[in-house]
Every structure is written in C-alpha cells, then in structure tokens.
C-alpha cells in the first residue's frame, strides 16, 4: 500500500521567515496530493491542494510543488504569522479499487510553531 | 461549519464494552470515512463507505466496525476487541469519483475516547 513520509516533525521559524514541509510517497498510482491544517483541538481543513499533471500551485502565502518522478511534494509557507502555527499534515491520494472512493493516505505531521 | 456532525465530543470506555461513535453529514456527501488520529502518527484510514450498506476496511480495521444504513450517517462502533482505542477519531466526507474532479474530504471535530 501507499507510504507517505513528512518532514521534519517539528519547524520553529521566526515571524515573516518561509517555512517549508516536506513529503514523500511510494505509490506511482497516487495522483491527487492535498495539505491538510490542524490547529490545537481542531478538524483538520484543507489549505491547498494538487493534482500530478501540475508541477506546483501557489494561493496567495502558499505554495505546492510536485516532482513526480522523484515522487516527492512540498509545501512553501511565505511571510510567516503566528496564526499560521499549527500541525500540518500532508497527503497522498488515488482512487480505490474499482474506481470506488479516494483513499487518503496521510503523513505524520509537521508541528509548525511561528515565533513573534 | 463543516456540515460534518460527529458526537460525543469526549467518550470514556470501561473494559469489555462497546462504545459507538456517531458520524452525521448533511453535505449530500455519497462517501464517508473514519480515522484515527494518534500522536505523532497522523491519521489512519479506519473503514470508509462509498454507497448505502456498502462499506471497506482501511488500515487499522480491526477492533472496530462499522453500519451505513442512511447516506448522512456513518456510525463507528469501538468493540472490546480493540485492545488500546485511546485515540482522536474523525469522520469525514466528500464526493465520489463521477461527481468532482477533486473528491475533497471533509472533516468533523472529532470525538476523543479514552479508557477507564
């Protein structure tokens, strides 16, 4: 089944510094990658989202790049806020068999914790 | 917010019971899911459902099981085979393949069950 490795686990980074998230995956078949937020005691919310025809996707502070062949993905948080603190999880997606529902395999997270 | 329903917030077990948790969507979602989330290790796939009485196991089935009987709901029942259930457990939600390009998941808050 699909692996998807995250790192690093904790990211401390000083206010308006870049932050950057990085994921890898092991199934050729996976073609859907979203970045999951979780802020303390909350649902996780999707942040930004891409799909394997695209090498990357920026909105607004945040970016997305995709290198299928090495299949790895990365998130770019720009101008760090303290509201951007929170645990950030990515994933990888493929349908199931029969073409029946995305399965979302996530990583473990990355703690990010924007210094004032 | 969300439109993704889940109860009780905080859920206690003794030993050897059954506890069920309630999953209610009103998004029109054809699909549904359960994880686990434990520190440090994401969230794990524990069953999910594409269509009414339909259902697949993910990862982590066992210990647990799960009913569809209405679209909107997609109740997880902890049974006292599974032997550490202290977790952070989310349902989720989103389209089917067919219906988006996408099939975002969508999360509820949550419910944190803990052993007596």
């Known amino acids: 089944g699909e692996n998807v490795e995250q790192h690093p686990s904790t990211l401390s980074v000083q206010e308006g510094d870049s932050a950057v998230i990085k994921c890898t995956y092991s199934?050729?078949?996976?073609?859907?990658f979203p970045w999951y937020k979780q802020e303390l005691g909350k649902r996780p919310q999707l942040i930004i989202d891409?799909?394997?025809?695209?090498g990357e996707k920026k909105d607004q502070r945040i970016a997305v790049t995709l290198n299928k062949t090495a299949k790895h993905f990365s998130l770019h948080i720009t101008e760090t806020q303290p509201e951007d603190s929170a645990v950030y999880f990515c994933a990888a997606s493929k349908r199931g068999p029969g073409g029946s529902a995305r399965q979302l395999t996530f990583g473990s997270g990355t703690q990010l914790t924007v210094l004032p | 917010d969300g439109g993704i329903t889940q109860s009780p917030k905080y859920l206690f077990r003794k030993e050897g019971q059954n506890v069920t948790l309630s999953c209610e969507q009103n998004l029109n979602h054809d699909a549904m899911y359960w994880y686990r989330q434990d520190p440090g290790q994401g969230l794990r796939l524990i069953y999910y459902?594409?269509?009414?009485?339909?259902?697949q196991k993910g990862d982590i089935a066992e210990g647990y099981s799960v009913s569809r009987e209405k679209k909107e709901s997609f109740p997880l029942t902890v049974t006292s085979a599974q032997k550490n259930p202290t977790a952070f457990y989310l349902c989720a939600s989103s389209t089917i393949p067919g219906q988006g390009t996408k099939n975002i998941q969508y999360f509820g808050a949550g419910t944190r069950l803990s052993v007596l």
């Open positions: 199934d050729s078949a996976s073609n859907y």
């Open positions: 891409i799909r394997s025809n695209v």
């Open positions: 459902s594409q269509i009414v009485n339909d259902f």
